[in-house]
C-alpha cells in the first residue's frame, strides 16, 4: 500500500479519473479508427456509417466525443487544485503535466477536425491560420502544415495520423508525470510535511 496523507480531499480525486478518462478515449478510440476513413471524399460518411450502421457505433462515438469533455473538465479541477494547493512547487511534476495540458489540446484539436463537417474547415483553417501571423514565415508553415494551399486531403492524413499516436505519447508522459510526483510524495491541503501521518493510499484515488 503507498503511503498517503491523511487528510487529501477528493480534490486529490482527479489525477485518478484523468487516467481513466485517457484509458476510456484510447478505447473508443481505437474502436472508431476501426471504421473510420481518413479521406476527404468519406471521411463525413464513415462517421455517419458508424454511428448508423456499426454495432454500438453511435454509443462509441459519443462517449469519445463526451469523454473528451469530461477529460477537460477533470482536467481543470486537477490544475486548478494544483494551483490553490502549491503544486507547482513540484517542479518536475507540474512541467510534465504543463506538457500534458498542451498535448491533450493538441490531440483534441486535431480530433475536432476528423469528421471533415463544416466545423471541421472552420477549426482547422482558424487555428492553423494564427501560425501566419508569424513575420516573414508565417504563410510558408501555414502551407507546410495544411501540405497544400488549403485544408485538404493532406491535412486531414496528417492531423489523423497525429491524433492517433499522441494519445500513446500522452500515457508515456503520465507515467513520468506519475514517476515524479512518487520522488516528493503527494502534496495535502495543509501544504506541510505529512510523513508522520500517512495512512495507505484508498483506491478511489
Wanted: charge should be neutral; glycine fraction near 8%.
Amino acid at each position: 500500500d503507498l503511503p498517503t496523507p491523511s487528510n487529501i480531499s477528493s480534490w486529490w480525486n482527479f489525477g485518478s479519473l484523468l487516467g481513466l478518462c485517457l484509458i476510456i478515449q484510447i478505447i473508443t478510440g481505437l474502436f472508431l479508427a476501426m471504421h473510420y476513413t481518413a479521406d476527404t471524399t468519406t471521411a463525413f460518411s464513415s462517421v455517419s456509417h458508424i454511428c448508423r450502421d456499426v454495432n454500438y457505433g453511435w454509443l462509441i462515438r459519443y462517449i469519445h466525443a463526451n469523454g473528451a469533455s469530461m477529460f477537460f473538465i477533470c482536467l481543470f479541477i486537477h490544475i486548478g487544485r494544483g494551483i490553490y494547493y502549491g503544486s507547482y512547487l513540484y517542479k518536475e511534476t507540474w512541467n510534465i503535466g504543463v506538457l500534458l495540458l498542451f498535448s491533450v489540446m493538441a490531440t483534441a484539436f486535431l480530433g475536432y477536425v476528423l469528421p471533415w463537417g463544416q466545423m471541421s474547415f472552420w477549426g482547422a483553417t482558424v487555428i492553423t491560420n494564427l501560425l501566419s501571423a508569424i513575420p516573414y514565415m508565417g504563410t510558408t508553415i501555414v502551407e507546410w502544415i495544411w501540405g497544400g494551399f488549403s485544408v485538404d486531403k493532406a491535412t486531414l492524413t496528417r492531423f489523423f495520423a497525429f491524433h492517433f499516436i499522441l494519445p500513446f505519447i500522452i500515457s508515456a508522459l503520465a507515467v513520468v508525470h506519475l514517476l515524479f510526483l512518487h520522488e516528493t510524495g503527494s502534496n495535502n491541503p495543509l501544504g506541510l510535511n505529512s510523513n508522520a501521518d500517512k495512512i495507505p493510499f484508498h483506491p478511489y484515488y
